[in-house]
């Protein structure tokens, strides 16, 4: 295989092109020939006697067409890998069919990583959110476990008392496809939903309502924002009243199967807010840093962020994303600067990770160590958390997407490590922090 490279006018884009010798290839053919002259039927042959001419001449270029098909990932890894070109994903392709006897040619276009300074987030400035679990917190989450734990009767209206609605809403624009599964709504229990409670007061079975309303509220939990308000259609399935007001009391824990009782259930609870408040904090403090960043970036511009990156496509070749310069026309501004904000925290975090703690701190053993260490935490989370890490070291999509996790947050604690960082309180109930017993 020869190799040639030519830097193109992007700054990170480059021309590949590959050559493979004919014989390679055709001896490649040759072999998936003869294999299918052994079991091949021709009319005006018998059967594993069709002649080898007459078949090369039949399925010859269909199978050097897969053959080429087959090896081009490979083919491009391994040039990569020689010309040492770290490959952030594909820009464009000119791949031919291959000719037999000839010297097989093709080339791609590809964009490489660029080199990540130490400057682009040493010293970075970030708000680090922090918040508590409140006795509030912990009440509200008994009463939600007890109001799923009642038994209803259904009723005909509903009233401005407390009621179990099942229901479907959808965007009012959209058809009936699109409503949502049924849920279960409670009236009367979430002081950010009153506004919403009036809207149903008085509805029937079958009902269909249109109201402006904040959709994301329907399953968070959390006060509706103006700003996200949109004209909302409402489709009533049920309407039920509590058989008896629920209770947070002894018999609730009783119910549950609670060893210990009321007071083992609160502290069960309370650990399960406090392990639901942490994780939605390091995405907050995520966010934080990625907007950082990307802010010190625009202003210094000392990264170029891969146009792949940020405009590819969903479909990609091999694991590298595909530049798609047609449909990149239906991506907003805001949506390319998400895009563009969370490739430049891979990228930083990916280079944090592999050159500051991998390389110089870790190692192999001591890194799949840590890992480790970090899984078996997160599956504390599980009712079976052996199970949950056999899942997820026995599964290869499960394993990357963890591990990507697992580079993240050691990459967040390098960056905290020489931060200026302030602190800003959090209400959780704001971002929607929904316990689930």
């Given at each position: 295989?020869q190799?040639?490279?030519?830097?193109?006018?992007?700054?990170?884009?480059?021309?590949?092109?590959?050559?493979?010798?004919?014989d390679?290839?055709?001896?490649?053919?040759?072999?998936?020939?003869n294999?299918?002259?052994?079991?091949?039927?021709?009319?005006?042959?018998?059967?594993?006697?069709?002649?080898?001419?007459?078949?090369?001449?039949?399925?010859?270029?269909?199978?050097?067409?897969?053959?080429?098909?087959?090896?081009?990932?490979?083919?491009?890894?391994?040039?990569?890998?020689?010309?040492?070109?770290?490959?952030?994903?594909?820009?464009?392709?000119?791949?031919?069919l291959?000719?037999?006897?000839s010297?097989?040619?093709?080339?791609?276009?590809?964009?490489?990583?660029p080199e990540?300074?130490?400057?682009?987030?040493?010293?970075?400035?970030?708000?680090?959110?922090?918040?508590?679990?409140?006795?509030?917190?912990?009440?509200?989450?008994?009463?939600?476990?007890?109001?799923?734990?009642?038994?209803?009767?259904?009723?005909?209206?509903?009233?401005?008392?407390?009621?179990?609605?099942t229901?479907?809403?959808r965007?009012?624009?959209?058809?009936?496809?699109?409503?949502t599964q049924?849920?279960?709504?409670?009236?009367?229990?979430?002081p950010?939903?009153?506004?919403?409670?009036?809207?149903?007061?008085?509805v029937?079975?079958?009902?269909?309502?249109?109201?402006?309303?904040?959709?994301?509220?329907?399953?968070?939990?959390?006060?509706p924002?103006?700003?996200?308000?949109?004209?909302?259609?409402?489709l009533?399935?049920?309407?039920?009243?509590?058989?008896?007001?629920?209770?947070?009391?002894?018999?609730?824990?009783?119910?549950?199967?609670?060893?210990?009782?009321?007071?083992?259930?609160?502290?069960?609870?309370?650990?399960?807010?406090e392990?639901?408040?942490?994780?939605?904090?390091?995405?907050?403090?995520?966010?934080?840093?990625?907007?950082?960043?990307?802010?010190?970036?625009?202003?210094s511009?000392?990264?170029?962020?891969?146009?792949?990156?940020?405009?590819?496509?969903?479909?990609?070749?091999?694991?590298?994303?595909?530049?798609?310069?047609?449909?990149?026309?239906?991506?907003?501004?805001?949506?390319?600067e998400?895009?563009?904000?969370?490739?430049?925290?891979?990228?930083?975090?990916?280079?944090?990770?592999?050159?500051?703690?991998?390389?110089?701190?870790?190692?192999?053993?001591?890194?799949?160590?840590?890992?480790?260490?970090?899984?078996?935490?997160?599956?504390?989370?599980y009712?079976?958390p052996?199970?949950?890490?056999?899942?997820?070291?026995?599964?290869?999509?499960?394993?990357?997407?963890?591990?990507?996790?697992?580079?993240?947050?050691?990459?967040?604690?390098?960056?905290?490590?020489?931060?200026k960082?302030?602190?800003?309180?959090?209400?959780?109930?704001?971002?929607?922090l929904?316990?689930?017993y």
């Open positions: 295989m190799v040639s490279v030519e830097k193109l006018a992007n700054p990170l884009e480059h021309k590949v092109t590959i050559s493979i010798p004919p390679w290839i055709d001896s490649e053919v040759d072999k998936e020939v294999e299918y002259m052994k079991n091949t039927t021709l009319p005006g042959f018998r059967p594993g006697k069709v002649p080898f001419k007459v078949m090369a001449q039949r399925y010859g270029q269909p199978l050097a067409n897969q053959i080429v098909q087959d090896n081009v990932p490979g083919w491009i890894h391994d040039a990569a890998k020689t010309k040492e070109l770290r490959i952030a994903g594909f820009t464009g392709f000119d791949i031919d291959h000719t037999r006897g010297m097989y040619e093709f080339s791609v276009s590809i964009e490489v990583f990540i300074p130490d400057s682009a987030y040493e010293n970075l400035p970030i708000v680090i959110s922090e918040s508590e679990v409140s006795e509030e917190q912990i009440q509200n989450s008994l009463m939600k476990i007890a109001v799923d734990q009642s038994e209803y009767d259904e009723i005909e209206v509903s009233d401005d008392g407390k009621q179990r609605l229901l479907q809403y965007l009012a624009e959209l058809t009936d496809e699109h409503f049924d849920m279960f709504y409670h009236t009367g229990l979430n950010n939903m009153t506004q919403f409670d009036k809207v149903l007061e008085g029937r079975s079958g009902d269909r309502i249109e109201t402006e309303f904040d959709p994301n509220s329907f399953m968070t939990g959390a006060a924002s103006d700003e996200l308000k949109r004209s909302l259609l409402i009533i399935h049920k309407v039920e009243k509590f058989r008896e007001d629920p209770q947070v009391d002894e018999a609730l824990a009783e119910k549950l199967g609670v060893e210990g009782g009321l007071e083992e259930l609160r502290k069960e609870v309370a650990a399960e807010l392990r639901d408040m942490k994780e939605k904090l390091e995405g907050l403090n995520r966010l934080s840093i990625q907007e950082a960043l990307y802010k010190r970036n625009e202003e511009r000392e990264i170029v962020i891969p146009r792949c990156m940020y405009l590819g496509e969903s479909r990609s070749f091999g694991p590298y994303p595909v530049l798609d310069e047609e449909n990149r026309l239906d991506l907003d501004e805001t949506e390319i998400m895009r563009k904000k969370s490739s430049l925290f891979s990228m930083v975090a990916d280079h944090i990770y592999t050159d500051r703690i991998y390389n110089k701190d870790h190692g192999p053993e001591k890194d799949e160590e840590h890992f480790r260490e970090f899984l078996t935490e997160k599956a504390q989370e009712e079976y052996d199970q949950y890490v056999q899942y997820i070291l026995g599964n290869k999509y499960t394993y990357q997407n963890m591990k990507i996790t697992f580079i993240e947050k050691k990459a967040i604690q390098k960056i905290m490590e020489t931060a960082s302030t602190t800003e309180h959090v209400d959780v109930y704001e971002y929607g929904q316990p689930v």
